[in-house]
């Protein structure tokens, strides 16, 4: 969602006073409102800078492309051993960016859902630094959280904290004072440019293009085809308040700039693809900095009907949709490092693979995120623990392995120190340089603590220590992650000593850390051990997510 749906306070209390039809009254008077505020144009061809660096390839420094999933599980691949539907869609492009590099395998995100880990990344530093605390969403989702029934089994339900919001969506974002890479690797003379999803701001200069990119193919809405088109396969979710929400507001639609919002050309993910191939043969003679921000797999979960149809062998839609997604993704992986290959950029460009957070409960597919524990919104492993690939030939042997927990603002520093770009000294900057570690210097990482915090939800990672917290319903968790990397065994009340000093070290951290630049509207309970699909138990264990 790119755009703001300033729904009218009326929306919401009519809602309010129709118990029985509250959330469909809502759903359509939003879906009303966004007909009348984007009308797409037709397609139009993109007409990409172009340009030609003076200096030799052997003097130029590296190309950088990122490459950026939402909402993959850890689970959504075939490197790490599984991949969706027991292994019926293999990822061997994804995989290769691992195998000709280096696999982080305790690679963390910034946050549990996009906004803040994106923000982050961006920055270098932890998002709450800028007051970057909750992704920004459209007050009429909120409105359908609050309207949403309660748990009967444990009385758990969405907890309300304010009535309005300070900042309209569109307000909402990583301030234009934050340094970005893209910034950073223009004083070097790359060429700048971002496709896909942005969702860190659109106004008073948090815009990609005033933050650092000098172009930018934004995702205006959310839709990967027309809902009816002949060419997409679509799973709904009637189980979920979110996915009623995105299918009433999403749209097909696409920005180039500050141009109007167009149709893209075909499926949203093969377009970004396409797109992005021609940012790289455009820019082949010059240095380059390439954020290709996919939306796959995040919701509404539309397939084309080509990846579909290559997948007969799984029986529930829902996931074979959603496998689609995934086919879909790595094939478009695929076809950016073959760009890479034909123009002769592939030895000299750094790859890097992430997802912004971990698979979403929402979706009701349970294996997500195994082996681990918990979902996209919580900070237990399954909402943080990603793939975290970098490729980078000149520089790192093939099949390379780091242990050590490493963050989504490392990837800032990394970036940086690669293209010989100096970094901020009037601010403190938390990524640090990953490549010293990758080469076998393993006294070069200083994270000796991690912590994340949205609300309600927050946690700390120290010498392979994790704290959780829920403020609601108060409770703390606390692994030894070395022993236990799955959150399985909760030692709180047997190593008290430990969670004072996990506690002890997140308040210090949040002493350092301002206010939310706007506030939490509700605290959602997450089911930390079944999908959006599945009963509760009585025995379930929750957190409160706040947002």
Same mark, same amino acid.
């Given at each position: ?28 008077? !939003? ?121 009967? /089994? ?24 934050? !340094? /970005? ?87 949203? /993910? ?6 992005? @191939?021609? @940012? ?262 929750? !957190?409160?997510?706040?947002?």
């Amino acid at each position: 969602m790119q755009k703001c749906i300033s729904i009218v306070i009326v929306t919401v209390l009519l809602a309010s006073a129709v118990y029985a039809y509250r959330i469909p009254i809502v759903l359509q008077l !939003i879906s009303l409102y966004f007909d009348t505020k984007m009308q797409p144009e037709e397609n139009r061809k993109i007409a990409w800078a172009s340009g030609k660096d003076p200096r030799p390839k052997e003097q130029r420094p590296p190309n950088v492309v990122l490459i950026l999933a939402d909402d993959l599980g850890w689970n959504d691949i075939t490197f790490n051993g599984g991949g969706v539907a027991d292994g019926k869609v293999p990822t061997p492009n994804i995989d290769s960016i691992a195998a000709g590099g280096v696999t982080f395998t305790n690679g963390y995100a910034a946050n549990a859902t996009c906004a803040p880990s994106r923000a982050s990344m961006l920055s270098g530093r932890y998002s709450t630094r800028f007051g970057f605390e909750f992704t920004p969403t459209p007050s009429g989702m909120m409105a359908i959280g609050r309207l949403a029934p309660r748990d009967p /089994t444990r009385h758990l339900q969405t907890i309300s904290h304010s009535a309005d919001r300070a900042l309209a969506y569109e307000d909402m974002g990583m301030p234009s004072t934050e !340094i /970005t890479i893209a910034e950073l690797l223009k004083q070097k003379n790359y060429h700048t440019a971002h496709i896909g999803k942005w969702h860190v701001g659109e106004n008073n200069g948090m815009d990609a293009n005033s933050q650092g990119f000098e172009e930018s193919l934004l995702m205006a809405s959310g839709l990967y085809l027309p809902e009816d088109s002949p060419h997409v396969v679509n799973a709904k979710q009637n189980f979920d308040f979110i996915d009623q929400f995105f299918w009433k507001v999403m749209r097909y639609a696409v920005r180039f700039n500050d141009g109007p919002p167009f149709q893209p050309n075909g499926h949203l /993910t093969e377009y970004f693809t396409k797109e992005a @191939v021609r @940012v790289i043969e455009n820019n082949k003679d010059r240095p380059f900095f390439l954020y290709l921000a996919h939306w796959a797999p995040h919701s509404p979960l539309q397939s084309s009907r080509e990846d579909y149809d290559a997948l007969p062998d799984i029986e529930l839609h829902r996931e074979r949709v959603y496998a689609g997604l995934i086919r879909g993704l790595d094939r478009g992986v695929g076809e950016v490092l073959k760009a890479l290959k034909d123009n002769g950029l592939e030895d000299n460009t750094i790859v890097i693979f992430t997802s912004d957070n971990g698979g979403a409960g929402y979706l009701g597919l349970p294996d997500l995120n195994q082996p681990y524990r918990g979902w996209k919104s919580s900070f237990f492993e399954g909402g943080i623990h990603v793939p975290y690939f970098l490729r980078w030939p000149d520089q790192i042997e093939p099949g390379t392995t780091v242990n050590e927990a490493v963050h989504h603002f490392d990837i800032y520093t990394t970036i940086a120190n690669a293209a010989g770009a100096s970094l901020p000294t009037d601010r403190k900057i938390d990524g640090v340089d990953l490549l010293p570690i990758v080469h076998g210097n393993t006294g070069s990482i200083q994270h000796r603590g991690l912590f994340w915090r949205s609300g309600a939800s927050q946690s700390a990672l120290i010498d392979g220590w994790k704290l959780n917290i829920s403020d609601p319903p108060g409770n703390a968790w606390l692994y030894d992650l070395a022993n236990d990397p799955t959150e399985q065994n909760n030692l709180a009340q047997s190593h008290p000593e430990k969670l004072r000093e996990l506690q002890t070290a997140l308040s210090q951290h949040n002493k350092e850390q301002p206010s939310s630049a706007w506030p939490a509207m509700i605290s959602v309970p997450i089911n930390l051990d079944r999908d959006g699909s599945q009963a509760v138990q009585a025995n379930d264990e929750f !957190i409160y997510w706040s947002n």
